[in-house]
């Protein structure tokens, strides 16, 4: 089977830029995404652009066809929307249009504009990727959420804030080499702990950051890398997508998540690997508890095992399992529709031996990328692994 | 908020349960939901009735939210609960007790109530 090949990445600094525009900030990622690839712009085919909140921050729908002007490309362009799963949804039917032989080049990315309307409008935002009707009017917040399956989690399995304080620690560190973080800044266990209660038993450095960024990927067919001479030694050989009820409240489980599970069964079996072949990851830690479950979700760990991974070092740059070398959503930042290719990016870098933490994973050939909507009612898996040609 | 279109099924849920006659949707399978609904979202049966809701439930899980939507900016702190009162499940807030004395499996009944910020419905537990 062709396999995609990711040909170059770009990405804007995450973080607090409020004056930016979405259009501004795509236009930087995807310029340096093409810069990066080294093809001609107009091989170009088609735009899949991932982004949430665009209505609300910027008063903008139909974003796709703006966004694509913005890099100056006249091409076809469709957004994704999947809540904070929209640019991993975006990757997916871009490497489903590579390998059906429908293009041979084409750009994926995502931008989020959001600290620009501030925290409480922002938390607002973020919550409509929850059931309005039923779980919104009731007045859940989207830490909220998360700290529902947190104490589902400890009361099923056990687990303490100081093993969620753990997994912040180690994503902060994990930044802390990178320059397109949001947080480059240590932080302790104590420091965790004592940090405000956002909803209980979640506090402020448990949760994500509110994050402006825009982050692009110019993928192309296995061909076309051929034919002209790419430097590409990256491949997206896995693919996989679950979906769940909606509202936490229609789900078997509060303290799993099975779309997790089915979209990394889907990507094993597609990559034709197992899970014990992945050698470093990147999940999608919105919450330090997201990450617990995301690892086990994706069958690295046994139900309830994952909590600990961090406190126990297997996690962390040092440890046999790196996870969010990036520093993660945690501390690199999340601008929603941007997070899904900003993963894809981390891990090229990582392969490839030209990101901040690339030591370590030297010799590793196999990634894996967790992106996830809402409270994981969407869920997207890609196997990233290095090819020799 | 009187001019605005209700909501099919979801202001007939909040009026039946402020009357005290609360239901769910249940398909021919036994699977419980909650309305409006064509099809069942666990089974895709389209043979769905209105069945009483049990009485009172239990607390699943819960979470005291102190950084509120704007919404409910004068709520906060308050408790999310989703109860579990068997065939279906509801997400509301546990009102009528010490936030710090809710915990998971706790008896509550269920009723309307409103918002403090901005006077709207919201389903809500109380302790029985």
């Known amino acids: 089977m062709s396999d995609p090949r990711v040909a170059g990445v770009g990405l804007t600094h995450f973080g607090k830029h409020p004056e930016r525009t979405g259009r501004a900030m795509f236009a930087e990622a995807g310029l340096a995404a093409l810069d990066d690839a080294g093809i001609d712009p107009d091989d170009v085919e088609a735009l899949f652009y991932g982004n949430f909140m665009g209505e609300l921050a910027e008063h903008q729908g139909h974003q796709a066809p703006l966004m694509a002007e913005a890099v100056g490309l006249d091409v076809p362009a469709t957004r994704y929307e999947s809540a904070c799963a929209s640019s991993g949804a975006a990757i997916r039917d871009a490497v489903f249009r590579l390998r059906n032989g429908e293009a041979d080049v084409v750009l994926v990315g995502g931008s989020e504009r959001m600290t620009n309307i501030g925290t409480a409008a922002a938390t607002d935002a973020l919550s409509i990727a929850a059931d309005d009707l039923y779980e919104v009017r009731a007045g859940m917040t989207f830490p909220g959420a998360y ?44 420091d965790a702990l004592d940090a405000p209660i956002i909803a209980d038993p979640l506090g402020l450095y448990d949760s994500c950051p509110i994050t402006d960024g825009a982050t692009a990927a110019v993928l192309v067919s296995e061909d076309y890398a051929a034919d002209h001479d790419l430097d590409t030694s990256v491949a997206i050989t896995g693919t996989g997508q679950g979906g769940d009820k909606m509202a936490l409240h229609d789900r078997q489980y509060f303290a799993r998540t099975p779309a997790t599970k089915d979209a990394a069964d889907e990507a094993y079996d597609d990559a034709g690997i197992g899970p014990d072949a992945v050698d470093f990851l990147e999940v999608h830690d919105c919450f330090t508890i997201a990450e617990v479950l995301a690892l086990e979700g994706l069958g690295l760990y046994e139900p309830g095992e994952a909590i600990g991974a961090a406190g126990r070092g297997e996690t962390t740059h040092e440890g046999a399992l790196p996870v969010n070398l990036s520093g993660g959503l945690k501390a690199k930042g999340h601008p929603v529709g941007a997070t899904g290719v900003a993963q894809l990016i981390s891990l090229t870098k990582l392969l490839e031996g030209r990101h901040p933490r690339a030591e370590a994973v030297e010799g590793a050939s196999t990634a894996l990328a967790h992106n996830a909507g809402g409270t994981v009612a969407s869920a997207t898996v890609h196997v990233l692994q290095e090819v020799v040609e | 908020m009187s001019d605005e279109p209700r909501d099919d099924g979801f202001d007939d849920l909040l009026d039946a349960i402020a009357d005290g006659e609360g239901f769910y949707v249940e398909c021919a399978n036994g699977h419980g939901s909650l309305p409006p609904r064509l099809s069942c979202p666990q089974c895709g049966s389209q043979e769905l009735s209105e069945e009483p809701l049990p009485d009172s439930g239990e607390v699943a899980t819960y979470t005291i939210v102190t950084v509120p939507t704007p919404q409910f900016d004068e709520d906060a702190p308050y408790v999310t609960a989703v109860v579990d009162f068997g065939p279906v499940s509801i997400t509301g807030q546990v009102q009528g007790v010490d936030p710090e004395d809710v915990e998971t499996g706790q008896v509550v009944g269920i009723d309307v109530g409103e918002s403090v910020t901005r006077d709207e419905r919201l389903i809500v537990f109380e302790p029985r």
């Open chain 1, 147 to 190: 700290a529902l399956m947190a104490r589902a989690y400890f009361e099923a399995y056990g687990g303490s804030k100081e093993d969620l304080a753990e997994i912040a620690v180690k994503n902060h560190e994990h930044a802390l080499p990178n320059e397109y973080a949001q947080m480059q800044q240590a932080i302790t266990v104590e």
